[in-house]
């Protein structure tokens, strides 16, 4: 993992202990084994993209981390915290539908997971307020969920999840209900944003394209039983345009080496 080798950075044993770690991770429901013996270690601020195909095991490893699964074997580790109700107080869950409540407007939709806090309405309200001009709401604040479009909606959802201030951001396919070219918008603000306010960011997603641009590593899972395969470092140049990052060399290298893994995983 490209960020696991800057030097200045605390010895290995500290680094992963701030992160996310499973060790050993199998989880059954009855028969069905969902995740067999999965290794994974993301250190603080890194950002793992997980792809595979239906089925493999994704949304049972977001879950594992989140605290709303234990793992039937091994050890799952976020920040050192290994219960449950730990893992749940790290993570913050970004869902798949935004999930808004139609008679808040966008600050009081933003503003509730920090009033889930027990910060008074007033107070969270403005809080939020002061980050809307970042998400790309500014005028917006004041409109109702049926007054947007699916993408400001999407970044209303972000702003809520970003503001309850968790270290990790764990993402269910978030894109996955939007248009291509709102997709390829909340890719690229996304990718910016996590630069400017990093976070430790776990992307579940069946796209390699999104997977790249959003991960340092991405793992590539297999179906039946659900296992890691392949985990894949990505370096590639820095550039803020996601249109020259996809057109470079290294870009496509990356892509068809993803893509080839997955044949063989399906
Ligand atoms: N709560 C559950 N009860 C029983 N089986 C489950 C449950 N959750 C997931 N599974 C099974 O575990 C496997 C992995 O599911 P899941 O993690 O949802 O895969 P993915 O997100 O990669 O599509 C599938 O065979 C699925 O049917
Ligand atoms: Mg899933």
């Known amino acids: 993992m490209r960020s696991q080798t800057g030097s200045q950075l605390p010895s290995a044993q500290s680094r992963s202990g701030d992160g996310i770690d499973l060790v050993n991770v199998v989880k059954r429901f009855g028969e069905t084994v969902a995740v067999s013996g999965a290794d994974l270690s993301l250190p603080r601020h890194g950002r793992m993209s997980i792809i595979g195909p239906s089925g493999c095991g994704k949304s049972t490893i977001l879950s594992m981390i989140s ?41 009081g939709n933003a503003a509730l997971a920090l009033e889930n806090h027990g910060i008074s309405k007033k107070e969270a309200r403005g809080r939020v307020l002061e980050l809307i001009d970042r998400f ?11 007054q947007l479009s699916g993408g400001m909606r999407q970044r209303v959802s972000f702003l809520r999840t970003m ?10 396919e978030p894109f996955g209900a939007l248009d291509s070219i ?7 603000w996304l990718r910016r944003t996590l630069e400017e306010t990093p976070r430790t960011t776990v992307l579940v997603t069946h796209d390699v394209e999104e997977a790249l641009l959003l991960g340092d590593t991405v793992v590539v899972m297999s179906a039946r039983p659900g296992r890691i395969v392949q985990t894949v470092d990505v370096e590639l ?5 996601r249109r020259e990052l996809i057109r470079h060399p290294a870009f496509a290298e990356l ?7 997955l044949e063989v995983a399906e």
């Open 237 to 241: 140049p820095q550039t803020e345009n």
């Open 67 to 107: 605290g709303l699964l234990d793992p039937t074997e091994g050890v799952v580790r976020v920040e050192g915290a290994t219960t449950m109700k730990e893992r749940l107080a790290r993570c913050a869950w970004m869902p798949q539908r935004d999930l808004l409540l139609p008679w808040r407007d966008v600050a």
């Open 136 to 146: 790309g709401l500014s005028g917006f604040e004041r409109k109702f969920p049926h």
């Open 255 to 261: 892509r068809d080496e993803l893509l080839s893994l």
């Open 163 to 172: 503001a309850a201030g968790k270290d990790v951001l764990l993402f269910d």
């Open 182 to 188: 709102t997709r390829a918008d909340l890719q690229q």
